[in-house]
Every structure is written in structure tokens, then in C-alpha cells.
T-cell receptor, first 114, second 113 residues
Framework: DSGVTQTPKHLITATGQRVTLRCSPR?????VYWYQQSLDQGLQFLIQ???????AKGNILERFSAQQFPDLHSELNLSSLELGDSALYFC?????????????FGPGTRLTVL | GEDVEQSLFLSVREGDSSVINCTYT??????LYWYKQEPGAGLQLLTY?????DMKQDQRLTVLLNKKDKHLSLRIADTQTGDSAIYFC?????????????FGQGTTLQVKP
């Protein structure tokens, strides 16, 4: 158990809908990362937040957005869903300073768009 | 650019050593990682190495880094059936001041009893 929690574990929805994925980082970790794992694209970095501020953006679609709240939990919002958005979405967190190089992953949320 | 390549599949017998290889393109990579993913689970950080090192050992795991050839390997000694999983190599780009990791496509390790 990495200490990173993600809810829900599974999500099934229809095209055009909007969903919110939630992540709670390990206690004390300030950085949160979101990754998407799909069969055709593999594991792709989406976005990073550090202490509430966006730090880096990767291959994140404009239909997707994220935020990190004052209690450091993060949410990933996916809207106007398409079949191709079906994937496993991982959240990871890391500490600050010398331990910032270790990213610990949550169990993931499996999104199925029908 | 940033790209990480791995072979897709490796099969070994229980008790043998496994060697999983990875190549990367970003010469400014600062850290290189190995993660393990079991079916239906998240990614477990196994080990990582700083780019100024050429070897790191952690119990049954040995990481070798050849920076000149941009080649990273993970050796698992005395491989067990419980080691069957997908192994991902990842790099942390040195050119960006972020934690973004670039992953390879993963190597499926099959351990036969």
C-alpha cells in the first residue's frame, strides 16, 4: 500500500458525460501527479500540482482539467467524454526536498466510456 | 526528444536471473526508475538510480546504468513466480524543473515454475 488513495476504483459512463476522479496523496506530500494508462498510448503524464499550484502540464486534453485543494487532495475532471478516454487513470504523489524524486502511485481509477 | 524503449516480453524459469533492458533518449535525464505493475494494481516503485551512478543494488535487484549508451537494466536475482508482472522503466527529464516521468511501454515478465 503506497498511501495514495483514489476513488472511485471503477467508473462506467456514457459518451458526452462528465466525471470527476479523486486522489488523496500520502500524508505530507505536496506534489500530486496524474497519469493516464491506455493500451494504445501507454502511460502518459497529464499534469502536476505542487501545493495547490499547477507545476507542469503534459499531454492533457482541453476537455480535461485538474485542481489541488488546500487539504492537498486533487481532482481530475474529464468532460465531453469519448470512447477513447477509456483508460486507467493514476494519481501519484511525492514529498518535498530530497525525497521529491520518489513518486508513489495510487491503485488507479478504471474509466470505461460506453 | 524524450523517448523510452523496452522489450515487450521476457520469460524465465523460477530461480534464474531476469534481466530487463531499457533505452532512453534524453541525455539530460537526472533519475531513472523501475516500477512494477501486477494485474489490476497500481505501479509500485521498485528502485531508482541517479544519473551520476552506474550501479545500484537493493537485495535481489541490481540496476545498471550505461549513460554513454543511454541504457538501463534491471537484474532480478533468483526470480520467483511472485515476480511475474509488468516492469516499467521511466526517466525524469533533466531539462524540466518538474516531476514529470516518461515511461517505457513495459516489459511483461513471465516466470515459469
Amino acid at each position: 500500500d503506497s498511501g495514495v488513495t483514489q476513488t472511485p476504483k471503477h467508473l462506467i459512463t456514457a459518451t458526452g458525460q462528465r466525471v470527476t476522479l479523486r486522489c488523496s496523496p500520502r500524508s505530507g506530500d505536496l506534489s500530486v501527479y496524474w497519469y493516464q494508462q491506455s493500451l494504445d498510448q501507454g502511460l502518459q503524464f497529464l499534469i502536476q500540482y505542487y501545493n495547490g499550484e499547477e507545476r507542469a502540464k503534459g499531454n492533457i486534453l482541453e476537455r480535461f482539467s485538474a485542481q489541488q485543494f488546500p487539504d492537498l487532495h486533487s481532482e481530475l475532471n474529464l468532460s465531453s467524454l469519448e470512447l477513447g478516454d477509456s483508460a486507467l487513470y493514476f494519481c501519484a504523489s511525492s514529498a518535498r526536498g530530497a525525497l521529491a524524486n520518489e513518486q508513489f502511485f495510487g491503485p488507479g481509477t478504471r474509466l470505461t466510456v460506453l | 526528444g524524450e523517448d523510452v524503449e523496452q522489450s515487450l516480453f521476457l520469460s524465465v524459469r523460477e530461480g534464474d536471473s531476469s534481466v530487463i533492458n531499457c533505452t532512453y533518449t534524453d541525455s539530460s535525464s537526472t533519475y531513472l526508475y523501475w516500477y512494477k505493475q501486477e494485474p489490476g494494481a497500481g505501479l509500485q516503485l521498485l528502485t531508482y538510480i541517479f544519473s551520476n551512478m552506474d550501479m545500484k543494488q537493493d537485495q535481489r535487484l541490481t540496476v545498471l546504468l550505461n549513460k554513454k549508451d543511454k541504457h538501463l537494466s534491471l537484474r532480478i536475482a533468483d526470480t520467483q513466480t511472485g515476480d511475474s508482472a509488468i516492469y516499467f522503466c521511466a526517466e525524469k527529464a533533466g531539462s524540466s524543473n518538474t516531476g514529470k516521468l516518461i515511461f517505457g511501454q513495459g516489459t511483461t515478465l513471465q516466470v515459469k515454475p
